[in-house]
């Protein structure tokens, strides 16, 4: 099962440039993260937000939290040609032992 | 940060064989354990929860004869493809929850890539 949507489905901008990533759910959540996948590999964690958290900052990562419209959105500041990869939000449930449940993900492209 | 190891990272086999992918955990024990699934361009979708010392459980539409999931020690899950084909040539990633302190987080393991010929 899946929680939702990523738009957009695809990304591409030139290095430099901010990317923002924006990701919608459906349930109510624990908390909700972001990942990363370079192509072919597995899943870097960035990012976690709790659901009583509505901003949260890392380095050139921004992550917004909105419960009340049950959505989150990512903004990569400066962003660099090695950024280029799959993101994916992950929403996590109060519910005890549940896994986390993947959103479609946004595939950036940032070229030099 | 907790450590989570997949075996094989890559796989080629014919078209009837079964696979066995294993998922360990390598500094944490983990009670709770996640089986996922990846086409190609696709997201991650969960194929079943495996709790040690009993029955997996499974996602609906994902066959529980098909895809053997065995918990046998508080490190170890393992996934076992029966009767491969190649539609079930995929990106098999595992990943084990540790509940240790404040933090209750998820690690990934870095996928089992299966190709069915």
């Given at each position: 099962s899946q929680q939702g949507e990523e738009d957009p489905q695809a990304l591409s901008i030139q290095e430099g440039e901010n990317a923002t990533m924006n990701c919608s759910y459906k349930t109510s959540i624990n908390n909700l993260q972001w990942y990363r996948q370079n192509s072919g590999r597995g899943l870097v964690h960035l990012i976690l937000i709790r659901s009583n958290e509505r901003e949260k900052h890392s380095g050139r990562l921004r992550v917004t939290l909105d419960t009340s419209k049950k959505s989150s959105s990512l903004l990569i500041t400066a962003?660099?040609?090695?950024?280029t990869a799959s993101y994916f939000c992950a929403t996590a449930t109060n519910q005890a032992g549940t896994a986390l449940i993947f959103g479609k993900g946004t595939t950036l492209s940032v070229s030099s | 940060g907790a450590v989570v190891s997949q075996h094989p990272s890559r796989v080629i086999c014919k078209s009837g064989t079964s696979v066995k992918i294993e998922c360990r955990s390598l500094d944490f024990q983990a009670t709770t354990m996640f089986w996922y699934r990846q086409f190609p361009k696709q997201s991650l979708m969960l194929m079943a929860t495996s709790n040690e010392g009993s029955k997996a459980t499974y996602e609906q539409g994902v066959e529980k004869d098909k895809f053997l999931i065995n918990h046998?020690?508080?490190t170890l899950s393992t996934l076992t493809v029966t009767s491969?084909?190649?539609?079930?040539?995929s990106f098999y990633i595992c990943s084990a929850r540790y509940s240790g302190g404040s933090a209750d987080t998820q690690y990934f393991g870095p996928g089992t890539r299966l190709t069915v010929l």
């Amino acid at each position: 099962s899946q929680q939702g949507e990523e738009d957009p489905q695809a990304l591409s901008i030139q290095e430099g440039e901010n990317a923002t990533m924006n990701c919608s759910y459906k349930t109510s959540i624990n908390n909700l993260q972001w990942y990363r996948q370079n192509s072919g590999r597995g899943l870097v964690h960035l990012i976690l937000i709790r659901s009583n958290e509505r901003e949260k900052h890392s380095g050139r990562l921004r992550v917004t939290l909105d419960t009340s419209k049950k959505s989150s959105s990512l903004l990569i500041t400066a962003s660099r040609a090695a950024d280029t990869a799959s993101y994916f939000c992950a929403t996590a449930t109060n519910q005890a032992g549940t896994a986390l449940i993947f959103g479609k993900g946004t595939t950036l492209s940032v070229s030099s | 940060g907790a450590v989570v190891s997949q075996h094989p990272s890559r796989v080629i086999c014919k078209s009837g064989t079964s696979v066995k992918i294993e998922c360990r955990s390598l500094d944490f024990q983990a009670t709770t354990m996640f089986w996922y699934r990846q086409f190609p361009k696709q997201s991650l979708m969960l194929m079943a929860t495996s709790n040690e010392g009993s029955k997996a459980t499974y996602e609906q539409g994902v066959e529980k004869d098909k895809f053997l999931i065995n918990h046998a020690s508080l490190t170890l899950s393992t996934l076992t493809v029966t009767s491969a084909h190649p539609e079930d040539s995929s990106f098999y990633i595992c990943s084990a929850r540790y509940s240790g302190g404040s933090a209750d987080t998820q690690y990934f393991g870095p996928g089992t890539r299966l190709t069915v010929l």
